[in-house]
């Protein structure tokens, strides 16, 4: 956050399933768990017992989001939901994405993608309209298949459920 003198870190882990499948789990202090399976997408904060469901393909604000999120990993058809440019750089390749619709412009400016010579994703760096600024580095990546389960979450028991979107 561009206010903070110290930037916020946390680590920990990310699958993704083209088209529109991914888990990230946060580790440390402030944990969560995102998981989507294309047709819901949950957020949980264990610390809190809460967790937030959010149906996705409905038009609503959160849809801009995912789909930037799966089009910049996935790589297809990228071109249709963003203005890119590429250079080569020692390791590999490195991609600025600005998104084309005013959708996704309200949720980052631009983000830029740092491809190694393998084309897996290294980093990624997404600046937001506040001037906010997300980077993320990989490591570690494999291509192995994931198994449904990888993306599906059921709360735990006694978890607060809200869906603040309403749906």
């Given amino acids: 956050m561009r206010l903070m003198t110290k930037p916020i870190l ?14 990230r789990e946060v580790k440390g ?34 849809d801009s989001l995912i789909a930037a999120i799966n089009s910049a990993l996935n790589l297809e058809n990228v071109e249709n939901t963003f203005h ?5 750089i020692d390791s590999g390749y490195e991609l600025e994405l600005t998104p084309r619709t005013a ?6 400016q631009k983000m830029t993608l740092r491809l190694n010579s393998n084309l897996q994703a290294e980093r990624t760096d997404m600046l937001q309209p506040n001037g906010d600024r997300m980077v993320t580095s990989y490591s570690n990546q494999t291509r192995a298949p994931l198994p449904p389960s990888t993306f599906k979450f059921t709360p735990p028991p006694a978890t607060d459920i809200t869906t603040p979107l309403g749906q």
């Avoid at 944990?31 to 017992?49: A, C, H, M, Q």
């Avoid at 890119?84 to 080569?88: A, D, I, L, R």
């Avoid at 959708?103 to 980052?108: D, E, I, L, P």
């Fill in 10 to 23: 946390n680590s920990g882990r990310v699958w993704f399933q083209p088209p529109n499948r991914f888990r």
């Fill in 29 to 62: 202090n402030s944990p969560s768990l995102t998981v989507s399976d294309g047709r819901e997408l949950w957020i949980y904060y264990p610390n809190f017992k809460s967790a937030e469901r959010y149906s996705l393909g409905k038009r609503s604000p959160i």
């Fill in 103 to 108: 959708s996704m412009k309200r949720v980052f």
């Fill in 84 to 88: 890119v440019t590429g250079t080569k």
